[in-house]
Each structure stands twice: as structure tokens, then as C-alpha cells.
């Protein structure tokens, strides 16, 4: 396989958002350019209209930086920059918190499960 072109991105999310998960994690550069903006208004419509209890939890997690921030593909979830593949599942568990889908007793559980780990 050999990337070419643009993606989708909005399309991607609309075929992983009809199955109803409980988390949808992707994984971009943070250009939403095929067309540009639909991938955040996709966002913005399941979030307002089609999901606004947050039944389903989207994470963007964009390996790519410009400096110190990451660009992001929607005011409606959050993004967080990975450095290192290996700290994915940490940052997707805090981006969780972030947004409220996760309590302060679920976030205390899952950092003690990490320093636990890390002493072993």
C-alpha cells in the first residue's frame, strides 16, 4: 500500500460513528481537507444533534506537532499530541477525563493501574 492523495476524514468518521461504538480514536495530522471542514462538522452534528449525552466518546490523537501544540480537527473533542506510540492508551484514558465521559475515581483508578505498573 502507498498513501496518495487526501482522506476523507468525514467519511471515515461517519462509517465508524453508524456502528454506535463506545469510543472512536482517531489518529491524524489534524488537516481536515477532503473536503475541508467536513470532518468537523460531522463531529459537531453528532455531538449537538445525534449523540449530545456523549454516549460515544471520540479522541483525536495527532502524532504530528508544530512546536508545542497539535492541530485539531474539532472544537468537539479533544486532541492530544503522541510523542511516543507506547503512551496512546494513557493519553486516550485522559482525554476521556478531559471531556467528562471519565469520573475523578475512574481517573484515580486508571493512574494508580499506571504507577503500579511502572514500580513493577
Given at each position: 500500500m502507498h498513501p496518495a492523495g487526501a482522506?476523507?476524514?468525514?467519511?471515515?468518521?461517519?462509517?465508524?460513528?453508524?456502528?454506535r461504538p463506545g469510543?472512536?480514536?482517531?489518529?491524524?495530522?489534524?488537516?481536515?481537507?477532503?473536503?475541508?471542514?467536513?470532518?468537523a462538522e460531522v463531529l459537531r452534528v453528532?455531538?449537538?444533534?445525534?449523540?449530545?449525552?456523549?454516549?460515544?466518546?471520540?479522541?483525536h490523537l495527532n502524532p504530528v506537532y508544530d512546536g508545542f501544540q497539535v492541530r485539531t480537527i474539532s472544537p468537539f473533542v479533544p486532541s492530544v499530541g503522541v510523542r511516543d506510540a507506547?503512551?496512546?492508551?494513557?493519553?486516550?484514558?485522559?482525554?476521556r477525563?478531559?471531556?467528562?465521559?471519565?469520573?475523578?475515581?475512574?481517573?484515580r483508578a486508571h493512574l494508580d493501574d499506571l504507577v503500579e505498573g511502572f514500580l513493577r
Open positions: 482522506t476523507p476524514l468525514g467519511e471515515r468518521l461517519l462509517d465508524a460513528l453508524a456502528r469510543r472512536v480514536v482517531v489518529v491524524s495530522d489534524g488537516w481536515d481537507n477532503a473536503p475541508p471542514g467536513q470532518a453528532w455531538r449537538q444533534r445525534l449523540d449530545p449525552d456523549g454516549h460515544t466518546s471520540v479522541v507506547e503512551n496512546a492508551p494513557v493519553l486516550v484514558e485522559l482525554a477525563f478531559a471531556t467528562g465521559t471519565a469520573t475523578f475515581t475512574q481517573l
